[in-house]
T-cell receptor
Framework: DADVTQTPRNRITKTGKRIMLECSQT?????MYWYRQDPGLGLRLIYY???????NKGEISDGYSVSRQAQAKFSLSLESAIPNQTALYFC?????????????????FGPGTRLTVL | AQSVTQLDSHVSVSEGTPVLLRCNYS??????LFWYVQHPNKGLQLLLK??????LVKGINGFEAEFKKSETSFHLTKPSAHMSDAAEYFC???????????????FGTGTSLTVIP
């Protein structure tokens, strides 16, 4: 099923170009995240959002910005792409916390966007 | 604070033999822990999760993991590897439901599993 979708799936661009990666979800989750994956480094958090008016920086937010246009949409922008931003980017969602329930912190991931900056 | 360490970056097994992927955690409170699998060119998919209900957790595709507090481990196992198990596996600690502990999901660096025919 395509509960979390990402566009584009692949993108090649040049240094200095502005790039936007888009994420949409039909899961009805309030929480959305952007990660980048690099070989040997696992996933690192770029930004996250707990609702439309809540945006938070992750551990590697420099060089990136985000926009939460609606509950279902969370976009990641690279204002001026550089080669070390070449990576696999993932969007994820998770439901809000509910008191007394510990088993639903699971994140649901999109298929990823492979970005190459030349 | 929490952290997750995957002890092997690469594991190679023969088809039909057991799989062991190791994960150790560090936490000042009783954690939840997940294992995710990532097949080539795919997103991450949840394999199984530990949430303190039972220490032996069964997941999809015949995988299971045992939470051992005394060893601070949550190793992933499967009795008999299949070619389709070849993938990247991530051990993950989600944020706890406690005040002032942050919202970070802690990812291990991943273990690449190769299955030899």
């Amino acid at each position: 099923d395509a509960d979390v979708t990402q566009t584009p799936r692949n993108r090649i661009t040049k240094t200095g170009k502005r790039i936007m990666l888009e994420c949409s979800q039909t899961k009805g989750h309030d929480r959305m995240y952007w990660y980048r994956q690099d070989p040997g480094l696992g996933l690192r958090l770029i930004y996250y959002s707990f609702d439309v008016k809540d945006i938070n920086k992750g551990e590697i937010s420099d060089g990136y910005s985000v926009s939460r246009q609606a509950q279902a949409k969370f976009s990641l922008s690279l204002e001026s792409a550089i080669p070390n931003q070449t990576a696999l980017y993932f969007c994820a969602t998770s439901p809000n916390l509910r008191l007394g329930v510990s088993s639903y912190n699971e994140q649901f991931f999109g298929p990823g966007t492979r970005l190459t900056v030349l | 604070a929490q952290s997750v360490t995957q002890l092997d970056s690469h594991v190679s097994v023969s088809e039909g033999t057991p799989v062991l992927l190791r994960c150790n955690y560090s936490s000042s409170y009783s954690p939840s822990l997940f294992w995710y699998v990532q097949h080539p060119n795919k997103g991450l998919q949840l394999l199984l999760k530990y949430t303190s209900a039972a220490t032996l957790v069964k997941g999809i595709n015949g995988f299971e993991a045992e939470f051992k507090k005394s060893e601070t481990s949550f190793h992933l196992t499967k009795p008999s590897a299949h070619m389709s198990d070849a993938a990247e596996y991530f051990c993950v600690a989600p944020p706890p439901q406690l005040p002032n502990t942050g919202n970070q999901f802690y990812f291990g660096t991943g273990t690449s599993l190769t299955v030899i025919p």
